[in-house]
């Protein structure tokens, strides 16, 4: 049994020598340690990178030889000369608190409502007109006045622009009209505000200039003092 054991190990160590030699002759360990160097990550080297440098020149502004020799514009004199002028209408009126909202009856509203087309009728000069009821959204809030769908694509441009409204008295107010949304938007709260409108309520505007409206007004209020009026009298 010993003697087999031993035989095994020389026959083991003879085929170990035996492949060490061949792998030596095909050159296998020096062909491993070239793959392994091969796969092996090389660091980066560094960018060196150059500042940027930014040339500064002097140069000469050019100018028109009609003005060359005068003076530069003063800006400032220029903005404050146009905020003066587009503050020189001022208004003696405080916010509404929307909590305090009084709406109109029903009554009142269709009283308002009557007149105004009575008084459309009524007008000369075959410009075209319509009559619009006040709600609470266009006297309080958000102060945004929707036009008839219909009268402003028949009438008024189809960009946006400014609408002028003028009063009973002749006073102007420059309105913002957005043609996408057909109603009236900056400038608007200023006149509802100016004139104290509220709900029920109902205006004429009546188209004297492509982009003019004559705005009259009939307050709701009349139909609660002609009831005043009545009772009194019985």
């Known amino acids: ?118 008084l459309e009728a009524n007008l000369e000069g075959g410009h075209p007109s319509f009559v619009k009821p006040m709600l609470p959204s266009h006297v309080t809030g958000g102060f945004w006045l929707g036009l008839p769908g219909h009268f402003c694509r028949k009438y008024l441009p189809k960009n946006d622009g400014t609408v002028t409204l003028i009063d009973e008295e002749g006073e102007e107010f420059p309105t913002v009209y957005l043609a996408h949304k057909v109603g009236l938007s900056g400038g608007w709260r200023g006149f509802s505000l100016s004139h104290e409108l509220v709900d029920g309520d109902a205006l004429v505007f009546h188209l004297i200039q492509p982009t003019v409206f004559k705005v009259y007004i009939i307050r709701c209020k009349g139909y609660e003092e002609g009831e005043n009026n009545d009772a009194s009298d019985a």
């Open 1 to 118: 049994m010993v003697i087999s054991k031993q035989n095994y190990e020389d026959l083991r160590k003879q085929r170990l020598e035996e492949n060490k030699r061949r792998m030596e002759e095909l050159h296998l360990p020096q062909l491993t340690q070239a793959l392994k160097t091969a796969h092996s990550p090389k660091p980066s080297p560094m960018k060196r990178t150059q500042p940027r440098v930014i040339g500064k020149e002097m140069v000469e502004v050019r100018r028109s030889s009609r003005v060359a020799n005068l003076p530069a514009p003063v800006y400032k004199e220029i903005v404050f000369f146009t905020i003066y002028l587009c503050s020189k209408r001022k208004y003696s009126y405080s916010r509404r608190d929307l909590a305090n909202r009084v709406y109109a009856s029903d009554e009142a509203r269709e009283y308002a409502t009557t007149k105004a087309e009575e």
